[in-house]
């Protein structure tokens, strides 16, 4: 049999498509899939660049030109968002702040992602004591009100971007640990895992060659939605004033910064929560565009 | 059952005493709390007398033991800031939050389980797409910012109702919508699924071949089981909207226990946040408690697990 056989036509229509090329389709066949990942792509550069795109120091304070309104409400190019309260150019504070954002999606849902996965896994693989005692920890959590922990905890060690993300990264592994745990109870049972355990494979190399690959699609998504879920809680306590401390960029500090001017300049505070909301759809998007397509019984 | 409801109020006992402890450790994640009482310039001695006033001078389980016999008597001492009992304060303040968590889960309910019926009866149809975009919008919205904008259009623009305040029902309605579109995606994702479910079983092809009205068919028979996971899904939205009330009710100046939680908070009076954050952790666990009873009763099968 020679390589060139396989652009045989009929051999190809018995063949069928290569799983790959089916996951390929699926994936660019998904459209709120290519919308949330076409989204977050961008904003993850305008985070990466900012230095480059924003046209001005996100910092830089200038009495002579506050509250200018943005271009498209009768304001000059100079400024094409216009300015705050403290006549900071808004355009660049925005840019800035999608750094703030994105690093607190992506560490704080790292960090719960480690503390869920490991205790999830750990209970659906061993059961018995030890998923009596994760249970009992995911109950534990479940009781106390995130943002009421969140805003005592951070008011107590002091607002700051750092302090923010831990505390957040360590109170939303939740849904890790319960979608992990029930993911680990389907599959430590399968043929393959049995397999490695005959052959003498040892509980760490049975747990992560065998269980975590095959569980990795349901941890993706859990990912995504961690992410949106910190997002959306520091911009909250942010904008509650006890979260990440002026004069940082964040998104819900500068719609808690508008608040005051609502009355007069509304669009203060509907740019920023916009952009916010653009940026949590996205990842709500590609999440369930993920669960879409990494589906079994989508495969057919 | 009796064995289920046993089993299942030890569990939130245990809950709640692991709450109890991890609040009450709050007071001691700050460092030594004499000396944050006393304040930054306060004297060797000073510390020294707050901390014999307080009984902070005692070992930490002592005091722990000490709080929580007097917690279980509603009794959690003296809030620092408004110098009056936390559990006078509290009491006062919780009406407003229940009346706001009890409008929230009902907007939520009377919006998304008629929607997700709906979607389910035809999906992929317009109304399928209309729900779908409300819930996926829903759950990526701020909810501060929703508030605010809702104050800018309804409270200002047109005038239609009080953007802050709680003095009237007026006063309840864009706090319930904030608050309950919060709650809605969830709750109709669920019934959707569920319906979805239920409608291709057999026992509604038996209903329909057997000549039953449409009508019947989907609210007796379909409706009637797939509403039971909405059930215990709603206790805990419930639960976690009075969570979600300290963002709504610093909007829109409601003066409830959610507020009260911010306000203390900003004023670090630690006695009143651990109350509150007992007396949340508490009803989400009473809630979740008694969706559970309620769902085991309505379905055997929930008992074994």
Redesign the interface.
């Known amino acids: 049999m020679t390589l060139s056989e396989t652009h045989d036509p009929i051999l190809k229509e018995i063949t069928g498509p290569t799983p790959g090329q089916m996951l390929r389709k699926r994936v660019f066949g998904h459209q709120g899939l290519m919308i949330g990942v076409v989204v977050i792509a961008i904003l993850t550069l305008v985070a990466i660049f900012a230095p480059l795109l924003a046209p001005h120091d996100p910092y830089a304070q200038s009495l002579m030109t506050r509250m200018e309104p943005p271009v498209f409400l009768g304001g000059e190019w100079e400024h094409p968002l216009g300015t705050d309260h403290l006549g900071r150019d808004y355009l660049s504070r925005l840019i800035y702040g999608a750094r703030v954002s994105l690093m607190i999606g992506v560490i704080a849902a790292l960090i719960s992602g480690v503390i869920g996965t490991a205790m999830g896994v750990a209970a659906g693989y061993f059961g018995g004591r030890v998923d009596m005692v994760v249970t009992f920890l995911i109950n534990v959590r479940l009781a106390m009100p995130v943002v009421l922990v969140a805003l005592a905890v951070v008011a107590i060690l002091g607002g700051s971007l750092q302090v923010v993300i831990i505390v957040l990264g360590l109170l939303l592994w939740d849904r890790f640990a319960v979608v992990m745990r029930a993911s680990t109870l389907q599959v430590r049972n399968r043929e393959y895992v049995s397999a490695a355990r005959a052959i003498g494979a040892s509980t760490p190399r049975v747990i992560l060659s065998e269980i975590m690959p095959n569980i990795a699609n349901n941890l993706i998504v859990v990912v995504t939605l961690e992410m949106a879920h910190a997002i959306l809680l520091e911009a909250a306590l942010s904008f509650l004033g006890l979260g990440v401390q002026p004069p940082t960029p964040s998104w819900g500090l500068m719609v808690s910064e508008g608040k005051n001017m609502m009355l007069f300049e509304p669009w203060m505070v509907v740019i920023p929560g916009v952009v916010l909301f653009v940026l949590v759809l996205a990842i709500n998007l590609m999440g369930d565009g993920l669960r879409d397509v990494t589906a079994p019984e989508n495969r057919s | 059952m009796l064995l289920f409801t046993m089993k299942r109020l030890g569990?939130a006992v245990?809950?709640?005493f692991?709450?109890s402890f991890?609040?009450f450790s709050?007071l001691f994640?700050?460092g030594d709390p004499a000396v944050a009482m006393a304040g930054e310039t306060a004297s060797g001695e000073d510390i020294e007398a707050v901390r014999r006033l307080y009984g902070f001078d005692r070992p930490m389980l002592v005091q722990y033991a000490d709080w929580l016999l007097s917690a279980v008597q509603f009794d959690f001492g003296q809030s620092y800031y408004f110098q009056m009992p936390v559990s006078e304060l509290v009491l006062s303040r919780l009406g407003v939050t229940m009346t706001l968590g009890v409008c929230g889960i009902t907007f939520a309910i009377l919006t998304a389980v008629p929607l997700g019926v709906a979607a389910a009866i035809r999906p992929n149809s317009l109304i399928d797409r209309v729900a779908l975009f409300l819930s996926?919008?829903g759950?990526?919205?701020?909810?501060?910012?929703f508030g605010?904008?809702l104050?800018?259009i309804f409270g200002?623009q047109l005038g239609w109702l009080p953007p802050s305040g709680a003095s009237s029902p007026a006063h309840f309605v864009m706090p319930t919508i904030v608050l309950g579109y919060y709650a809605m995606p969830a709750i109709m994702r669920l019934t959707r699924a569920g319906m979805l479910d239920v409608l291709s079983s057999d026992y509604i092809r038996t209903a329909r071949a057997k000549g039953a009205p449409e009508g019947r068919v989907l609210f007796r028979h379909a409706l009637r089981n797939a509403i039971i996971p909405v059930v215990s899904l709603a206790a805990v939205q419930m639960?976690?909207m009075?969570?979600?009330s300290?963002?709504v009710e610093?909007i829109f100046a409601l003066h409830g226990a959610g507020y009260l939680?911010?306000e203390s908070?900003?004023r670090?009076d630690l006695p009143t946040?651990q109350a509150?954050?007992l007396v949340?952790?508490m009803f989400?666990?009473v809630f979740?408690f008694l969706a559970d009873v309620l769902n085991a009763w309505l379905d055997p099968r929930m008992r074994s697990s």
């Open positions: 569990l245990l809950v709640a692991t709450v991890i609040s709050l994640l700050a996926v919008a759950q990526a919205m701020p909810s501060f910012w605010l904008i104050i800018v200002i639960g976690f009075l969570g979600g300290i963002v610093s939680a911010w908070i900003a670090n946040v509150l954050i949340f952790s989400y666990i979740t």
